[in-house]
């Protein structure tokens, strides 16, 4: 399954941006889905997780009321709302899958083998 995440772009601080992620194969049907970021010079980390069969998610406290997954089965995509954005946002995102996860939880505390391409997000002070 190749992975494709698009809608990254230059925002001020506070304002808002929706990421989208296309894949090649059908990738609802694997327990969750998630994105992840990596700035530069830090280690990936996930900031959503949605578990595909009851919608449970899970949201690290950093980005916690400020960040929200979705899907859509019909487009085969999910999507990540940001809001309220901040500097320390700034990354690469990224919509990885691993069929190995069970959970929402699981997923977020993993470190996904198949990663695709990212979207830039940059936050200005």
């Known amino acids: 399954v190749q992975l494709q995440a698009s809608g990254g772009g230059l925002v001020q601080t506070g304002g808002s941006l929706r990421l989208s992620c296309a894949a090649s194969?059908?990738?609802?049907?694997?327990?969750?889905v998630g994105w992840f970021r990596q700035a530069p010079g830090k280690e990936r980390e996930a900031v959503a997780c949605?578990?595909?069969?009851?919608?449970?998610?899970y949201y690290p406290d950093f980005v916690k009321g400020r960040f929200t997954i979705a899907s859509d089965k019909a487009k085969n995509a999910v999507y990540l709302q940001m809001n309220n954005l901040r500097p320390e946002d700034t990354a690469v995102y990224y919509c990885?899958?691993?069929?190995?996860?069970?959970?929402?939880?699981?997923?977020?505390?993993?470190?996904?083998?198949?990663w695709g391409q990212g979207t830039q997000v940059t936050v200005s002070y």
């Open positions: 990885p899958t691993d069929p190995g996860q069970s959970s929402s939880y699981a997923l977020c505390h993993s470190r996904p083998e198949n």
């Open positions: 194969g059908f990738i609802l049907n694997r327990p969750a």
């Open positions: 949605l578990s595909t069969n009851n919608d449970i998610t």
